[in-house]
T-cell receptor, first 114, second 116 residues
Framework: GDSVTQMEGPVTLSEEAFLTINCTYT??????LFWYVQYPGEGLQLLLK?????DKGSNKGFEATYRKETTSFHLEKGSVQVSDSAVYFC?????????????FGKGTKLSVIP | DGGITQSPKYLFRKEGQNVTLSCEQN?????MYWYRQDPGQGLRLIYY???????QKGDIAEGYSVSREKKESFPLTVTSAQKNPTAFYLC???????????????FGPGTRLTVT
C-alpha cells in the first residue's frame, strides 16, 4: 500500500536558522501531497499542498516542491521563528478514482529556541 | 466562522464503559473522517464517511463504531471492545469531488480520551 517516509525528529534549531524536513511518498500512481502543522494540544492545520509534478506549495514562509522522479516533497523555510515550534506531518492522497484516504507520515517535532 | 468542533476536549472513562465523541462541522462538506493519534505513530484512520447514511472502515476500525445520520455530524463511539482506547482522537472533513482534485482535509481541535 501507499506509505509516507518522513524525517524523524525531534529537530531543534536556533531562531533564524534554515529548516528542511524530508518527505517521500511511495504509491502506485501520482499522489497529491500535503504538509500539515500541529501546534501543541490542537488539531492539524493544512500548511501547503501540491497536486502534480513540479508544483510548488508555499505558505507563511514555508515551501515544498513536488519532485516526480523521487516522489519527494521536502518542507523548507529560510528563517524559522520560535512560533514555528510544532509537529509537522507530510501526507499524500492517491490519485485513483474514489480515493479519499490520506496517508500520513509519523510527524516531525520542531523546536525553535531563541 | 466555518469549522469543525469536537467536544469535549478532555474525556475520562473507566475501563469497560462505552464512550461517544462528538464531531460537528458547518463547512457543508460531504466527507468526514475519524483518526487516532498516538505518540510517535502519526495519524491512523478509524472510519470515514463519504455521504450521509454511509461509512467505511479505515485501517483500525476494530472496537469503534460510527453513525452518519446528518451531514454535519459524525459521532464516534469507543466501545469496551477497544483494547487500548487511551489516545488523542481527531475528526476531519473534506469536500467530495471527482478525481484529480486534492481533497484537503480540515481538522477539528481533537478530544483526548483517557481510560483507566
Amino acid at each position: 500500500g501507499d506509505s509516507v517516509t518522513q524525517m524523524e525528529g525531534p529537530v531543534t534549531l536556533s531562531e533564524e536558522a534554515f529548516l528542511t524536513i524530508n518527505c517521500t511518498y511511495t504509491a502506485t500512481g501520482y499522489p497529491s501531497l500535503f504538509w500539515y502543522v500541529q501546534y501543541p494540544g490542537e488539531g492539524l492545520q493544512l500548511l501547503l499542498k501540491a497536486t502534480k509534478a513540479d508544483d510548488k506549495g508555499s505558505n507563511k514562509g514555508f515551501e515544498a516542491t513536488y519532485r516526480k522522479e523521487t516522489t519527494s516533497f521536502h518542507l523548507e523555510k529560510g528563517s524559522v521563528q520560535v512560533s514555528d515550534s510544532a509537529v509537522y506531518f507530510c501526507a499524500g492522497k492517491d490519485s485513483g478514482a474514489g480515493s479519499y484516504q490520506l496517508t500520513f507520515g509519523k510527524g516531525t517535532k520542531l523546536s525553535v529556541i531563541p | 466562522d466555518g469549522g469543525i468542533t469536537q467536544s469535549p476536549k478532555y474525556l475520562f472513562r473507566k475501563e469497560g464503559q462505552n464512550v461517544t465523541l462528538s464531531c460537528e462541522q458547518n463547512l457543508n462538506h460531504d466527507a468526514m473522517y475519524w483518526y487516532r493519534q498516538d505518540p510517535g505513530q502519526g495519524l491512523r484512520l478509524i472510519y470515514y464517511s463519504q455521504i450521509v447514511n454511509d461509512f467505511q472502515k479505515g485501517d483500525i476500525a476494530e472496537g469503534y463504531s460510527v453513525s452518519r445520520e446528518k451531514k454535519e455530524s459524525f459521532p464516534l463511539t469507543v466501545t469496551s471492545a477497544q483494547k487500548n482506547p487511551t489516545a488523542f482522537y481527531l475528526c476531519a472533513s473534506s469536500e467530495n469531488r471527482g478525481t484529480g482534485v486534492p481533497y484537503e482535509q480540515y481538522f477539528g481541535p481533537g478530544t483526548r480520551l483517557t481510560v483507566t
